[in-house]
């Protein structure tokens, strides 16, 4: 996993609550077998006019022209702002795949569904929680004239504007090691293997049932 | 010693190792896998050169893209084709245990397991699907993961978390003729909204939910995620245990004895603290139905859609407005008189025998609207199908003008060939109503089996008491 370090970016306001991860990339584009190339497809039934289908020509399909994606203003922007309950549905982690292949790297709302949430750190995305309040002045700064660019700082635990107002967030310890590092979680598992194999045996002996293989 | 939750209990059994800001890793014991969520996970493990664990901890079938039509040829979408034959592979590659298209216990995962006996009490159980949650009405800790977590289990048995927080959600009283588990937990995804849950292992409890069967409670368990709850829960009992005895998975003979002392733990001590509590009283409940595209826009049958403009707060009032719109409905439309395309019966939420029989029940004798351009019955498993075929269910469907078809996930996510057209509307007992959910542009009303099967015979909703 690639290591996140602090960058600045625009930011695309998404003005919505309860953004799923269905409508984060469709159905249809789950019968992938890769864990790359759904940036095309993210938020499909939004962002565009027709209905996708996989490996589709993106380029030469008709887009939805209000959408915030496809807002000249916001095209190069790398940072996604939405409401409550972000991610919320399915456990699909190519939900997570598609933000991040389209350049997203961090995501900020009000709160976040569990699963999406435990995602995204595998992949080098960074969900910030932030109160209310805060939210609704990013959106009113993203959506008023002069758009609204973010320092993004993960080590600091700080989003910074332009201006120089400074929004801190929470985030676990553990959490933010591994992303700031890119640290691949089974190798950080694998070491507590003697841990893993003490429970496995003692288990065992207690509950045999449990080990009987599916055969 | 003071008291525990069941959840505080499963997860204390769990724990391998924890550090001190609570960050644990938690010991697995059974993981589910499917076509869809896995195959990068399989990738990830050839990668990096690692083997699983413990191949014989899970359980593989293909549900979601499996065709629900006649399997004598090969699947005609070439990119499912791919992913069924990817899981075929990758199973046998790595020794895993595979329910194939052909095999006989062939279905939806969360119906598969705990039919198999595969999901116990005290178990913890993952999949790469959020609706695992299902099994947690076994007593088991069970939740949807994502596939980077799919891999990690696959290697190590383990999983880095965190504990959850403890809600209580107590049902009490006994619901009138009509309406099943599924009213119940729309009605709770209603009161809790689908953020309500976010964060905590929900147990259902009170006498509505002891007086649920197996499948009842595994209803109610299935849709925990619909309010944000990864877990959901339900005690141990004696319904819990005569499911379970004699399936191939269970222990049998001194060691059934010996399992059935520990799982009779598994339950709430009485002082236990919740973080959470709510209540629902079934007695007063109606038939459920969602109006909108989140399964909390949910009403009673005898409700009208409601209105946005009686909301304070701008932003759920937009979320209304656009949900109407996409929904092709009107303010102040009774329930009853919302007109039906489709009609779905199946999904991991109600896909069980018990299901069927609730549905077949309404249709007895009966037949399908003649505005119905489909009405589809998708038996859980093929198990159920055949239990089903036992009881004469399938003739009743047919004789109606269901189709009755071959297990898998179908219409719920729409990921084989059945699917809703732009526009059309469904009744379904499935548990997501998300935009585009039955197919792109479809309108999706979750209902109980029982609701689903009077809206195909009168070709609206109507209360199914009153057929």
Known sequence: ?215 | MTDKTLYDKLWQTHLVREESDGTALIYIDRQLLHEVTSPQAFAGLRDAGRKPRRPGANLAVADHNVPTTDRSGEIADPVARLQVDTLTENCREFGITEYGMSDSRQGIVHVVGPEQGATLPGMTVVCGDSHTATHGALGALAYGIGTSEVEHVLVTQCLVAKKMRNMRITIDGVPGSGVSAKDLILAVVGMLGTSGGTGYAIEFAGSGTRALSVEGRMTLCNMAIEAGARVGLVAVDDITLSYLEGRTYAPKGAEWEQAVDGWRQLVSDPAARFDAEFHLDASGLRPQVTWGTSPEMVVSVDGVVPDPTTLDDPIRQQDWIRALEYMGLVAGTPIVEIVLDKVFIGACTNGRIEDLRAAAEVVRGRSVAAGISQALVVPGSGLVKAQAEAEGLDVIFRKAGFEWREPGCSMCLAMNADRLQPQERCAATSNRNFEGRQGYGGRTHLVSPAMAAAAAIQGHFADPQAL
């Open chain 1, 1 to 215: 996993m690639e290591p996140f370090g602090k960058y600045c970016s625009g930011v695309i306001p998404l003005d919505r609550t309860n953004v799923d991860t269905d409508a984060i990339i469709p159905k249809q584009f789950l019968k992938s077998v890769e864990r790359s190339g759904f940036g095309d497809n993210l938020f499909d039934a939004w962002r565009y006019l027709d209905q996708g289908e996989p490996g589709q020509d993106c380029s030469a399909r008709p887009v939805a022209p209000g959408f915030v994606l496809n807002q000249k203003r916001y095209r190069d922007a790398r940072i996604l702002l939405a409401r409550d309950n972000f991610g919320c549905g399915s456990s699909r982690e190519h939900a997570v795949w598609a933000l991040r292949d389209y350049g997203i790297r961090t995501v900020i709302a009000p709160s976040f569904a569990d699963i999406f949430f435990n995602n995204c750190f595998k992949n080098g995305l960074l969900p910030v929680s932030l109160p209310v309040a805060d939210i609704d002045r990013l959106f009113d700064l993203a959506q008023g004239d002069d758009g609204l660019n973010l320092e993004v700082d993960l080590e600091r635990q700080t989003l910074t504007t332009g201006e120089g107002r400074v929004y801190r967030f929470e985030l676990d310890e553990f959490k933010q090691h591994c992303l700031i590092e890119g640290l691949d979680d089974i190798a950080l598992t694998l070491r507590y293997e003697s841990d893993i194999l003490a429970y496995e045996e003692s288990r065992r002996a207690q509950m045999p049932w449990l080990f009987e293989d599916i055969t």
